[in-house]
């Protein structure tokens, strides 16, 4: 049995959110569910908990995607579609023309992201390829769930993308290493927030990214 808690955290709320919203939130996690089966979109044992453990965390960033200056988001390494499938279902009734860009090289992926951005009507583009061989991207934000360490996904935006305003990453409990450790790389400014589904993780907002001199 699949958990019901569905946008129902302790002290997490989102304004507007419709029946219909909802209904598409659990429609999608059915089919990850199902299409699990067949091929590893989620961990199985996540799959009783898969609204709370991996729903409501992709749907906890809206905090910062649902800007004005935010209009076309790159999810990488995209897998079953977490985040970016949860936030452009959340952002439909908000801005019909927020766009969601997906990269993810693996074929069957690809189709299952394909079937859902379809089934659920996303303005999206969906590319099979490898987000390393990409180049001159541009994008508002650059967002990553459990694809590679933070250190890498800047090197794919500094390397990779010709354009970008933020990049949006959920770190674990190492976190403020993390980003200690970074700074000795780069300079960034970021904003964070402790995640609401995972005591021990935060979500940061990463802006005005750049390699500091050698």
């Not at 946008?7 to 909802?22: A, D, E, P, Q």
């Not at 995607?65 to 579609?81: L, Y």
């Not at 993390?178 to 609401?196: C, R, V």
Request: charged share 30%; proline share 2%; aromatic share 10%.
């Amino acid at each position: 049995m699949i958990d019901s808690n569905i946008l129902k955290i302790k002290n997490f709320k989102l304004s507007n959110v419709s029946r219909g919203t909802l209904e598409e939130l659990k429609d999608y996690s059915k089919a990850i569910i199902s299409k699990n089966k067949t091929i590893n979109l989620i961990s199985k044992s996540t799959e009783k908990s898969i609204n709370s453990r991996h729903i409501n965390d992709s749907a906890q960033t809206i905090d910062f995607i649902d800007k004005k200056d935010i209009k076309i988001c790159t999810d990488i390494g995209s897998g079953a579609g977490l985040p970016g499938i949860v936030l452009g279902i959340l952002m439909k009734p908000k801005k019909p023309l927020f766009k969601l860009i997906f990269y993810e090289k693996s074929y069957h992926k690809s189709v299952f992201l394909r079937e859902m951005t379809k089934k659920f009507n996303l303005n999206s583009e969906i590319h099979q390829k490898n987000i390393f061989e990409e180049k001159n991207l541009c994008t508002d934000v650059i967002i990553s769930r459990a694809f590679k360490p933070l250190p890498i996904i800047f090197q794919i935006a500094k390397n990779n993308f010709k354009n970008f305003k933020y990049i949006i990453l959920f770190l674990g409990k190492s976190g403020k290493k993390i980003l200690d450790d970074a700074f000795e790389t780069w300079k960034f400014d970021y904003e964070e927030k402790k995640s609401l589904t995972n005591d021990e993780s935060m979500i940061v907002k990463i802006s005005n990214l750049r390699k500091k001199k050698a």
